[in-house]
């Protein structure tokens, strides 16, 4: 077979996948970019404008509302769902009786179409009925007289306000998807309890962490503790930095939860309007192609600047075996 | 290519075309020779099948004789999918839309003209009300002809009334009045642990909980949000608007309307607050009488105009669902010939009848109020008659506006802005949203003489 031969014979056999990537993504991506710097309303030929839609998206006090939104969603959501997700796959590494049951409870979770969670959540966090302030409502009466009392102690000074507001909204039962407070904090709550599939790869990584360190630990006198600070974390250490990579890449593309929800409305205050809303409204509701696809671009750079940081810190603290 | 290779394409290629080539199809059984018109309408449910008997009653007769079949499709977001296959080259024949969507489809040329099509076809516009070719109507040119059309009204509990010491016969008749009975139809409760709840209540605004038209308040106080060339919630109706429904909200109180909001279902179901007894006043259309025929048999309530801030003045909402031919439609003909079907007097009030709408004919048959399951469908269609009667303002930059207004009536309602301050804001924004539209259509419009 002749070099030119192979060459035609590998392109055709991998055609299936770069067609697929020109068609599909390739000539998109290129479009989208070029009508970023249009006026495009869809059914009108696209007008070069320059930089207009960029230089508009600098002025717009929205856009800078949905990028804080998003930016503090995966700055709660990312974290809290790496601590919940290693301490839960931990637990389900332990040999007990019933582990797969509690895998897989922990798993079904995932497999729940996003519009019934958002409905099942609704009535989870209903103020009156729902189970979340029964249960919340007790701590919260716990709570609030150590409130009342430091406020009183500082003379009601500006900073204990909050704490006591919170303490206050917890022995009633907070209004979770009515006040901007607790709204955020809502859908946090709702995507913690969707972990399953990152859990799913953490017990993958704990499986992969050789035993023979943890005897050797053990050997050498180390708590519990200490063998999940000094062994279990740095074994999933590569693991844990696909996990926020993805989790970044999911959270600043948050759409379908909120959408349910909130009805297609902003939430409270605009609290829980996110960056793929926005989007998809200047897309498919005003009719903004190229204002939407401009969003596009700066929300692909904003992943790749996030997820450049992220391997730059992690650079120290992420342990590969054998390198 | 080896033996081993060709066996595999073979066993793995074979089932697939033998599958395409025999394997299941949809159930169409369209006549030979018809022209297949495609119908992609919002209705789904009961509502469909309304639509699907009309259809199928057109494919059994003027459809067999002008061999023309009608294909009646159910979709989600319709005019979002409309517009996404037209600009695909692939759109339905016909569409059903809303009519707030006509001047925004309207004006970036989703849709086709009709002004000649239903002169052509013979359809008699002066047999409608002209609310509702108005309302199809962009920049002088009828882009959509109506189809089930509403008003809106208030309905009152006439149990919650007596109770609260009002007279059922005498609905509110002013905004103020209005204000006043809310007072006085909402009942607090104070549990063991001394909080505070809503039990019942007596009107509310809110968008979380029925208030669909969050954006309608100042066209009862007299304004208009659009005179053709500029949006305006920055005057007299605007600020009167807004402080009353502030007002509205203060008496309640937040925290309490918060929860109250939180603990109601959804709307079509035995959770509907008004259903349940829980809200006394409510802003809703025809169909409502249906869902109390559901869910509520027994409910005793009345239907009255919605008050307007003067009992001088008689401000009432139309609105009206639309059929469309959007641009590019392959049989704008044979849609035409299904329409001018559908349009008959008694073909069209079987429609509105089952969707619990209200008749868009100046005089509807006198079987239509007699067979209609609202008992106040009177009410309604006169509503439609008053000169106060208004639509969704027809801008091309509606839902942006829209969105804008949304955000300044949650703010009011939650005390987060000052009434006044928080129009004055909107009517910035919007000005912007508007001028930045206008700016680019006139560039769109220099780019298309250029060419």
């Not at chain 1, 989007?279 to 996030?306: E, H, P, R, T």
């Not at chain 2, 037209?86 to 004006?107: K, M, R, S």
Request: some cysteine.
């Amino acid at each position: 077979m002749t070099r030119k031969s192979a060459t035609i014979q590998g392109l055709l056999w991998t055609a299936p996948w770069w067609l697929g990537f020109l068609l599909l993504l390739a000539i998109p991506m290129g479009f989208s970019l070029y009508i970023s710097f249009c006026d495009y309303p869809l059914l009108q030929r696209p007008v070069f404008i320059g930089a207009d839609n960029y230089r508009q998206l600098a002025r717009d006090p929205v856009f800078y509302k949905v990028v804080g939104n998003t930016f503090i969603y995966a700055a709660l959501a990312i974290p809290a769902g790496t601590v919940v997700a290693v301490l839960l796959a931990v637990l389900l590494n332990q040999r007990v009786r019933g582990q797969a049951l509690f895998r897989a409870c922990i798993f079904v979770p995932t497999i729940v179409p996003l519009v019934a969670v958002g409905v099942v959540w609704m009535w989870m966090l209903n103020p009156e009925a729902g189970l979340v302030n029964q249960a919340i409502r007790p701590v919260g009466q716990l709570v609030l007289p150590a409130a009342q009392a430091l406020d009183n102690a500082t003379n009601g000074a500006q900073w204990s306000q909050p704490i006591l507001g919170v303490a206050q909204d917890l022995a009633e039962g907070p209004a979770w998807l009515d006040r901007p407070r607790w709204a955020m904090l809502a859908l946090v709550l709702i995507a913690l309890w969707l972990l399953g599939s990152p859990i799913v790869i953490y017990l993958a990584g704990l499986q992969d962490i050789p035993t023979t360190l943890y005897e050797a630990a053990e050997l050498d006198g180390a708590s519990r503790i200490r063998r999940f600070w000094h062994v279990t974390l740095p074994g999933l250490s590569p693991v844990i930095l696909f996990n926020v990579i993805v989790g970044i890449i999911a959270t600043w593309q948050i759409f379908a939860l909120p959408y349910v929800i909130w009805r297609s409305r902003s939430g409270p205050e605009d609290a829980t309007y996110f960056y793929t809303m926005y989007l998809f409204d200047n897309a498919f509701k005003y009719l903004k192609m190229g204002y939407a696809s401009a969003m596009a671009w700066i929300q692909l750079l904003i992943i790749l600047v996030l997820t450049a940081l992220v391997f730059w810190a992690s650079r120290r603290t992420v342990h590969y075996r054998g390198v | 290519m080896t033996t081993r290779t060709t066996l595999l394409v073979v066993l793995l290629g074979l089932p697939a075309v033998v599958l395409l080539a025999l394997g299941p199809r949809g159930q169409r059984h369209i006549p030979a020779d018809r022209t297949v018109v495609r119908y992609w309408e919002k209705w789904a449910g009961v509502e469909a099948l309304a639509m699907q008997r009309i259809v199928d009653r057109f494919n059994e007769t003027i459809g067999a004789e002008q061999n023309i079949w009608v294909e009646y499709c159910v979709v989600s977001n319709v005019d979002q999918r409309m517009l996404i296959a037209t600009a695909g080259g692939d759109p339905p024949d016909v569409a059903g839309l809303f009519d707030h969507i006509v001047p925004q489809y309207a004006d970036r040329d989703a849709l086709m003209e009709l002004d000649d099509l239903i002169v052509e076809f013979q359809i008699d516009r002066d047999t409608f009300k002209p609310i509702w070719l108005e309302i199809g109507r962009y920049d002088d040119k009828l882009y959509g002809l109506p189809s089930t059309p509403y008003t809106i009204a208030l309905y009152y509990n006439r149990r919650l009334f007596r109770a609260a010491g009002l007279d059922p016969d005498r609905p509110p008749q002013t905004t103020g009045e209005l204000n006043d009975y809310a007072a006085r139809l909402t009942r607090y409760e104070t549990s063991d642990d001394d909080r505070r709840r809503i039990v019942q209540l007596g009107f509310t605004t809110s968008p979380g909980m029925l208030g669909w038209w969050h954006w309608i308040w100042p066209n009862f106080f007299g304004g208009r949000l659009w005179d053709g060339q500029r949006f305006a919630i920055d005057t007299p109706a605007g600020h009167a608007a807004a402080e009353w429904t502030h007002q509205r909200r203060e008496a309640i109180g937040n925290p309490e309307m918060l929860k109250f909001e939180g603990t109601t279902g959804a709307i079509e179901g035995a959770q509907n607050p008004f259903l349940s007894e829980r809200l006394a006043m409510v802003f809703q259309g025809p169909w409502m009488s249906n869902w109390i025929s559901k869910y509520a048999p027994g409910l005793d309530y009345a239907v009255a105009p919605f008050p307007s801030a003067t009992a001088e003045e008689h401000h009432a909402f139309a609105s009206t669902d639309v059929f469309v031919i959007p641009a590019g439609s392959r049989h704008p003909r044979e849609v035409m010939v299904f329409l001018k079907y559908v349009l008959q007097q008694d073909v069209l009030e079987e429609l509105c009848r089952e969707h619990g709408k209200i008749s868009p004919f100046r005089a509807p048959a006198p079987d239509f109020y007699a067979t209609h399951t609202n008992p106040f469908i009177r009410v309604f269609d006169e509503m439609a008659g008053s000169p106060d009667a208004f639509g969704y303002p027809p801008m091309p930059t509606w839902a942006h506006a829209s969105a804008e207004l949304l955000k300044m009536h949650e703010n009011i309602l939650r005390g987060v802005r000052d009434p006044d301050e928080a129009v004055k804001a909107t009517q910035q924004r919007v000005d912007t949203i508007v001028a930045e539209y206008q700016r680019m259509a006139a560039q769109r419009r220099g780019d298309r003489r250029d060419r």
